[in-house]
Each structure stands twice: as C-alpha cells, then as structure tokens.
C-alpha cells in the first residue's frame, strides 16, 4: 500500500509581524473566480501570487523574493502536520482531521491510489507548468483512507492539549487549527498508510500532474517529486462528509423545458410543482430536481440500480438528462459553458430567480461506500460529482525542492 512520509516544508514566517494568517491564506485555486483573486492580490503576502498568479515567471520571481526575505520559511527537520478543522453542517457543529505530509506517487494502475472524478488537459497543463516554474508543490490534494480505529484523531487529540502554530478563521463558521506532530508519532501514522488504500477526494488534476512531471525528471529513489504533497482524513471520522455539487445550467442555448421533461419521462417518474421548496428534499441519492422559472420538478430513475454508478444522482443526470434528453454531446459538457457548478443551494435557486441562469439541478450526495466502491472498480465518476467540504486552504505549508 501507498508511502506516507515527513517532509520538510516551507511555511509563512509567524514571527513577521506583517505575516497574518487570514491575509496569506487563500482558498483552492480551482475555485477562485477573476474578483476573488483580485481581492486577495490586494494583500501583499497573499499565497494567491504564487498559486494562482498572472503568469509562471511571477510566480517564480515573487517565491524566490519571499524565501530570500524569509516571509517562507523552512522547516529545520521532517515531519508531520496535523490540522483541526471546524465547521457546521447544518445545525450540527464538526471536527475534521487531516495529516499533511508526503504521499508517494503511484500509477493508479498500481491499485494504491485510486481516483474518482474525470480530468481536462487544460487544467493538469496549467498545474505543470506552475509546477516547474516553481520547483514545488504548493496546494496539497485531499486523500482519505478507512480507519474504524480513529488512530489518526487520537495522535489529534493528543497534539490539542498544546498551544496550535497557526489558527485561523478560514471563512464564517470555519475555523482550522495546526500543530507539529511530535516526531514520536510518525512511525504510527507512516505504518497506518501503509495498509490502506488511499482514495483521492479533491486535487485529481494535481494528482496527475504529479505523475507526469515524475515521468519527465531523473529518476532516482531519493527525489523529492516521487511524493506529492498530500493532506489525508479518515472515512471513519464523524468529521468527514461529502457534499453535492449541483448543476446551473447557463443561457448559451435556451431550452424548451416542457420537451425537455417530456422526453425524461421515459426514464424517469417526474413530479411537477410551482412550488421550489417541495422539491429540494429527497430521499434517493440517485436523484435530481429540476428549478426553473416555471417552478420544478424532481425526477425518480424508473430503473432500480443493477450497479454502482446508478446510485450516483450525477451520473444519472449525466447520461439521462443531459445527453439524452437535452441533447449536449461530450464537447458541450467540457466546454463550461452550458453548466457551472456550485455547493451552494441558495446560488442556484437565486440564479434562477434573478433569470442570471435558466435553470438549475439539486442534487444529493454521494454516499461514502458508493465513493470506495467506485475507486476500487478503477472508474471515474462524471466531472464535480462530490464536494469536500470545508475545502482544504492553500498556504498553510507548502512544499519545495532544489533550495539550499
């Protein structure tokens, strides 16, 4: 099974009074638009001129300034870093815990890092490009793995009767907390990864940008890019959940939604209402509710699951509403310009009232064995069929090689 090592990371240098941890924090890249990084281009340490910057040379030029001028700091020895975070899922208050460290970098055909969600081209270039440009890593992905004996929050526990090196409110209602693990832990935590399969929950784009850079580099057992820098939290932990992205379709083509339902019928049981509000709350994962300006309507596959993928409301949506019945081809569906896609319920029902999008699809989550399930098949799931959330936030550490 899969690597897990310390690493010796770089971090922001909390003894510089112009280092704050909200104002060099920035959430993922891929989930930035234009005005967030704008607005966060406003601070001048922000970790977005690195990871999202206006081109590779800058972001070159400006970590080079920051280690020089000791802003990023690096550690004096390996280790482990372990983050508490805290959040609200609904009226109930949650702890996530997650260990950052080096995970070795493993062809999925190996069968010891498994994926669950389609790549684009475009993205992974980007990611590489960034990724020589800058020697390092600078986000880590999100892995999780199956452990009922919650070894990896006890080590948690343990580290929070100490004083955190960083605290910081990520967003309303988030709060994450860091500590250094004591060195006598990590042959603990490198022995449980040992003998788990690792699944990945968000990052399949740095992923594989991993892989391809380690194909390009000189190979040798000691270099840096055979580990990429990887956060990993526990399936088993109360703290862990899954979200559902849901579906806002754009104006690029307007639909006649009235043919549109009438050719899901076929597939589908369809229950229409002018109210919104009956409909956003249903029991099958499977599936979906249509909102729109005449109100909505929630479709129910006719066809019992006979396998996995038909447990999965993104899936069914994908085949059977909209390749089938709204008539988009695989080009359409990778273009971003006839569906976005957002956590946010509210974002779409508002969308859609504002007449901003035409309509939009609710979706449930993914269940977590349907998750295992579908990895350990060696397939992938349609592009955004799960959220992990809170989502990780970049620059608590970052990882660098080929520095003195």
Known sequence: MPQFIPLKFYKFNGSNPEIVSEKVISPPYDVLSSEDKDQLSRQRYNIVHIDSPKSYEVASSKLEAWISERILVKDSQSGFYIMATEYRAGHEKKIRWGVFGGLKVHPFEDKKVFPHEQTYPKAKDDRLKLMQATKGQLSPIFGIYNDPDLIMESIGQECSRQTPILKFAQEPGVVNRVWN????????????????????????????????????????????????????????????????????????????????????????????????????????????????????????????????????????????????????????????????????????????????????????????????????????????????????????????????
């Not at 990864?193 to 699944?199: A, C, P, R, Y």
Request: charged content about 20%; glycine content about 4%.
């Open 181 to 404: 693990i004591p060195e006598k832990f990590n042959e603990t935590i490198q022995n449980i990864i040992e003998h788990k399969k690792v699944f990945i929950a968000d990052g399949h784009h740095r992923y594989e940008t991993a892989l391809n850079f380690q194909k390009m580099m000189p190979s040798h057992p000691e270099s840096p890019w055979n580990h990429i820098f990887t956060y990993l939290s526990n399936i088993s932990s109360p703290g862990l959940e899954i979200f559902p992205y849901h579906r806002i379709v754009s104006w690029k083509q307007g639909f006649n939604w009235e043919q549109v339902i009438t050719e899901a019928r076929k597939d589908f049981h369809v229950t229409q209402s002018p109210d919104v509000s009956t409909q956003l709350n249903f029991d099958h994962p499977n599936s979906f509710t249509l909102v729109n300006n005449q109100g909505s309507a929630l479709f129910v596959p006719k066809k019992q699951p006979d396998n996995t993928f038909e447990n999965i409301g993104a899936y069914i949506l994908d085949k059977l509403m909209l390749r089938k019945a709204m008539l988009l081809n695989d080009q359409d569906l990778a273009s971003g310009e006839f569906l976005s896609y957002t956590h946010d319920q509210n974002k779409v029902l508002e969308d859609v009232k504002s007449k901003k999008s035409q309509a939009g699809f609710i979706l449930k989550s993914v269940p977590m064995n349907i998750l295992q399930e579908v990895c350990e098949m060696g397939q992938v799931m349609p592009r955004k069929s799960t959220y992990f959330y809170p989502k990780l936030p970049t620059g608590v550490l970052v990882h660098l090689w080929g520095r003195n």
